[in-house]
Nanobody
Framework: QVQLVESGGGLVQTGGSLRLSCAAS????????MAWFRQAPGKEREFVTY????????YFADSVKGRFTISRDNTKNTMYLQMNSLKPEDTAVYYC????????????????WGQGTQVTVSS
């Protein structure tokens, strides 16, 4: 059974940093794209970034480009989201997701989801 478990969320001031982790288990993800999405209260789920597990190639939403970095550790089957220069508009529940052979910023293309971790950026 595939499991994605996020951790690392919390409260941080504007300009601060957080690192989120997504521990993946239950299958090989070598052919998968792993992504981060976020959802703020009253808003739709929004794409943040993805990484191709095998090659490490990445893609970012314009809203986070230059501030966020995505990476993965194959030995730990864990994906990370390093968030720097955080803004109040980054406040949301952050979800990790896994999709088979997909290069997409569309949530519906991803097969597996974690439960989410709250990130709150105070002004």
């Amino acid at each position: 059974q595939v499991q994605l478990v996020e951790s690392g969320g919390g409260l941080v001031q504007t300009g601060g940093s957080l690192r989120l982790s997504c521990a993946a288990s239950g299958r090989s993800f070598s052919s998968y794209y792993m992504a981060w999405f976020r959802q703020a209260p009253g808003k739709e789920r929004e794409f943040v970034t993805y990484i191709r597990w095998s090659s490490g190639s990445t893609y970012f939403a314009d809203s986070v480009k230059g501030r966020f970095t995505i990476s993965r550790d194959n030995t730990k089957n864990t994906m990370y989201l390093q968030m720097n220069s955080l803004k109040p508009e980054d406040t949301a529940v952050y979800y990790c997701a896994a999709g088979y052979c997909t290069t997409s910023a569309t949530a519906g293309r991803y097969n597996y989801w974690g439960q989410g971790t709250q990130v709150t950026v105070s002004s």
